[in-house]
């Protein structure tokens, strides 16, 4: 989506309940990744923590419109703040008591401390700050063991963790992924004090805003809601990213690893069974009150006044079930369902006895009602709808949300949401034939920011209202999608890059073994070569011929046409021997103006009238340089392998071969004899032009 002009944002800022860390990573990671921006927002994150506004007063007072809070909202809300609560990050709390275990307790699993010898820690050196309404968590479990959090002193080192592993503190309040880890990091011996499990998780990080502005401003307040949750997202999808983004950005004082492990922790904590990040349920916020309530935060009263707490949007998250293992159970559970609603219809309608007409009717309302309660709120989306027109007849929340249902319910056409659910198209002609259609995999493509979403559907054609309807049931597989399409692109980027590596890597080769100048071979790939060839020549009782070629005169041709001219007629002379030379023969600089050519399969006869060739071909150039046409002749010398011969030898023969062509007047090709052996050989020299004037006297025109 195309951010908006700055001119056209709206600048909002959001009131966080203690300072800089992963505990805020979403707000970080959608300020960072221009979510947002995408959604018309201009967000400024204001730090909590000493001296800074508490998150609930910053919001109710309307100095900031978003703000942090955790389950202490609910006693807010019923003592009159007027806040609404939009997403819980976390459906557990990480807030925990943190005991001092005596070293020799090492057992995994070690039973729960007792409650006197929690009251009997309680009483002695315990270390917790803040107010009791919004530490409902801590309080539960001393108000089980006898004692009243309110009347328990308030003291916290700047130090608490030192003061802990030296033993100075018997119980101190922490958070599980900032103390907690820090203790397990050290290696101090501790021990939590776990929430009786039959509570309710306290939902924590929550993101909430004021009632005014929910009811001014609904669509404001859920895109601010909706960039927020992709934040956190993005945020646990990655959070050795984030960690490194906070660390850079906003709290250069933590370590990455550090904040790693704060986000792994908080992680952990976000989801609870299947239920999507940040839901939160009328029903829970019930039982938390309930206990806050029990705690005598507030009274029975008070709780009329939680209605309004939770925030209603049209579109419900939704349940996620990505894992195979559970989209194929709820498969199940979804087709069990249609059955049973079809038994129902069925069994329902059958009572239809004269007689008893008007009780079967109440007794049916009766069902019908009951089992429109189960539909509306099932854990997935439920849906019905013509198959010959699209029409949605219901649709609960779930669908609603999942499959993006929102509007005048007599316009919902599924196929708006689902093209492939058309009337009379391929999905519907075959439900009809076949009655029930499993597992079938649906795209809701994206519409404007919003991605593509993917669901599983099992449909079960049935008549309604004297209507030929499909009754469905849906699994969102969308992070399952997203996850395997992410995979793909990954690979492929991968496959993309490993390519370049290799070719990278044979790039970097050639150039090992390559003159930048002339681009033969070199020096260092000779000597590989050489070898190598010699070998298999031995090998194949094949000859192999070698010539030495080298410039003569050419600091002559360096003085007169520059070092530029000089490396011009280099490349020329490289040029013929490239051009010239026979695919299995190697042709290489072997350094200044001096070149080899290894001949494999070559006699000495058939090198000599090769080398001859090349002689007469490089006198004949005419080069032209910066200073004029320069001319240049080479001298060459040519040796044939010998029984018993290594690279070594052969090379000095040829290598001497050349040192008496220059000896005799340049310009010519000389043969290492083969009767002389490996001793400085007799040499036999070809006739050349041996008084072709030297470069750098030739008439430069
Ligand atoms: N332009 C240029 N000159 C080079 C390069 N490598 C070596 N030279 C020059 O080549 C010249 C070789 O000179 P010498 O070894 O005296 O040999 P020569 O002048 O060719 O004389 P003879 O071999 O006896 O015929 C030196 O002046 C080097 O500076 C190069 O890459 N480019």
Redesign the pocket.
Known sequence: MACLPTAAMQAVSVQLSWTHQFQFAGYYVALARGYYREEGFDVELRPGGHGAAAPVDAVTLGRSEFGVGNAGLAVRRMKGADVVALAAVLQETPLVWIAARPPTDERAGAPALTHERLAELARARVMWRGKVDDQVELALPLAAAGIDLARVPQAMPPDPIEQFEAGEIELMSGYRSTEVQELRRRGVPHALIELDRRLPGFYSEILFTSGALAAQDPQRVERFRRATLKGWRAAFDDIEGTARLIHRLHAPHLGVEQLMAEGRELESLSHRDDIELGHMSQLHWRRVADEQVRLGLASEADLARLDGLLWRVDREPVALMPDPMRVALTGVVAALWLTVWGLWRIAARSRAEADQLKAAQQQQGDDDLRFQFLMDVAPFPVLMFGIRDGHVAYANERAIGALGLAGDSAELRIHDSLPSLRPGGELMQRLQSSRILRDVELERPGVGAEAAHWSLLTMRAVEYEGKPCAFAAAVDITLRKRAEIELSLLSAQRGRIIEEVEQLQAKLRDASVRDP?TGLFNRRYLDATLRRELHRSQRESRPLALMVV?????????DHYG?????E??RQIARVLQDRHRSEDVVCRY???EFVVVLPGSDLGFAAERAEQLRQLIAALEIPTDGGFAHITV?IGVAATLPGDDADRLFKRADAAVYQA?HEG?NRVVLASVATGPSLPAQVTLPGEPDRPAPAEADPS
């Open positions: 100048l080298d410039a003569d005169h050419f600091k002559r041709i360096n070092h530029a001219g000089g490396d007629v280099l350094g200044g103006e001298s220059k340049r």
